[in-house]
């Protein structure tokens, strides 16, 4: 359960993550964390996902494949996570040292009337993630963890999975390009140059 | 009988046939659910240091797994079942939406001379769900026509960055018996 003092803001924790992010390719799943990582600001290598759920760890995996000189940053969210729980193994079987996954629980299904998801009945993702592989795992739970998380040194020795307990409140979306085609063109192109679109 | 047992002591070449056409094509993801049919490409592939190989636990996995493939700049491949179709419909939207090529490879059950009905059902619905969600679909019954089209299969994906999915017919791939093929 969230407790009262470990009310972490989403929208801050999103901030406070990519604060110099520079090169890292960022995958978010639909819902929540897309707004999350827009207002850290909208950037060409985000591509954030309006569908497919539980999906977004697995696009993680194969960019990082495709991609293993960069490193590449999935934030989801809990109700995303929980739909794809099979890929934590796959991605752990597969062992990219260039992945991190982070998931913002808020121990809620926030985009469909705020329904308590299995992480606010006992369901440990860490312990998951743990159970299926993953070596370099932690929690933050309280802004003095928060703060000594830096992302570029925690993601060292992966792949590492990451759980940030954050606060059910909800604020206002702030959207993304919604365009899927746009989105992977332009993702594709910031990484890969003009030659991508031939 | 003799007959059948002749056709199956034939070691069948249309699975490096595959491999080689992929080779060929520059594919260096293949992410899988196994099927007894894919057997032969799945050992060739994962003793190729060129390809990564990743043992997916549900088929949708892969069809998010090939959009980050091509984000990143590589082209996968995603090898199945026709049981696992039922699997990855609603990610195929991402390859609708998204536009990006994808090539599936589906082993077909359910669909001649099955042992087990428990797989007619999606045997049945593999084409047109496939079809409803916007991949295109190519069917192989003969081994003769089996590099032509994974070579155009793949051209099609590519070239008009969808989803495409190839059908490896019973008649091709034989037909599983578990009395006999199990021992």
Known sequence: MIKEKNKLDRRKVAQKLLKGRKDILVITGLGGTCWDITSAGDDDLNFPMWGGMGGASMVGLGLAIAQPDKKVLVVTGDGEMLMGLGSLATIAAADPENLSIIVFDNEHFGETGMQKTHTAKGTDLVKVAEAVGFRNVSVIENQESLESFDIKTHSQNGPMFCVIKISNNNPTPVLPPRDGAYLKDRFRQALLGKKSAI | MSDDKNIKSEIPQWPNTIYNTIKSKNFSQVCYVPDAGHSKLITLCESDTDIDCVTLTTEEEGVAMLLGTWLGGKKGLLLMQSSGVGNIINMLSLAK?????????????????????????????????????????????????????????????FNSQQAVAVTLSQKLIGTKNFLTDMK
């Open chain 2, 97 to 157: 939406t998204c536009r990006y090529p994808m090539l599936m490879l589906v082993t077909m059950r359910g669909e001649w001379g099955e042992f087990n009905p428990w797989q007619n059902p999606m045997g049945e619905a593999c084409r047109p769900v496939l079809e409803k969600i916007g991949a295109r679909v190519f069917n192989v019954e003969d081994s003769i026509n089996v590099e032509t089209t994974i070579s155009a299969a793949a051209e099609f994906a």
